[in-house]
């Protein structure tokens, strides 16, 4: 029961932080177009994650890591703007720990990130998890959504303990990334999510 109480007191602070970091942003009851922009949102992240794995995947065969760094500095970001420009919505990846100042999540994005860590901890994360809300941002309706993103085994070549890395990669990101964070990660460790954003019907049917 106390286990309980904790986790419920976890929650009730974040979701608390969570309100008070967001100010544009008010939560509002879901109503129509919401369920759409959900779908919306989750077709992208599938494609995103999928595309990205693959292209990893065939960077690090032809080049090794070194070659991987072009994909995640250059292809993912113009990769994600195709997605999001196709369906028609704003797509990004984020992560409090980031090596892309791109990447730099807003307040929204930290609190939900905070509620993925909670889980990881409690070893609830799971392949299936999500986040998603209706909220107002400057008068608009709007969906986010999350979805979280874990290192997987090729991403430690990358993200992994600096000392266990090749000398010339270390060089690389140094160069290309001097205020770089993301490193130091284990397989399973949470790397961040994907973040959508859908603006929903101004006058939704009820």
């Not at 994600?80 to 929204?108: Q, Y």
């Not at 874990?150 to 140094?174: F, K, Q």
Request: aromatic share 4%; hydrophobic share 40%; with cysteine.
């Amino acid at each position: 029961m106390k286990s309980r109480m904790r986790s419920f007191s976890a929650l009730f602070v974040l979701v608390v932080s969570l309100q008070a970091t967001a100010a544009a942003q008010v939560r509002v009851p879901d109503t129509t177009g919401s369920a759409l922009a959900l779908q919306q949102s989750r077709g992208a992240t599938r494609d995103l994650l999928l595309s990205l794995r693959r292209t990893l995947e065939d960077h690090l065969s032809a080049g090794g890591p070194i070659h991987a760094i072009a994909v995640c500095a250059d292809t993912a970001q113009a990769m994600t703007e195709a997605i999001g420009t196709k369906r028609a919505l704003a797509i990004r990846r984020v992560s409090d720990r980031w090596r892309n100042p791109l990447d730099e999540p807003d307040g929204f994005e930290r609190s939900v990130l905070a509620l993925f860590g909670q889980a990881l901890r409690e070893t609830t994360l799971t392949d299936a998890s999500e986040h998603s809300e209706v909220v107002l941002e400057d008068g608009r309706r709007v969906l986010r959504y999350m979805k979280p993103i874990r290192i997987a085994g090729m991403c430690t070549a990358c993200h992994g303990e600096p000392s266990r890395m090749d000398p010339a990669l270390r060089e690389v990101i140094r160069d290309r990334y001097p205020d770089d964070r993301a490193t130091g990660y284990a397989i399973g460790d949470l790397r961040g999510a994907v973040s959508v954003r859908v603006s929903l019907p101004e006058h939704p049917n009820r």
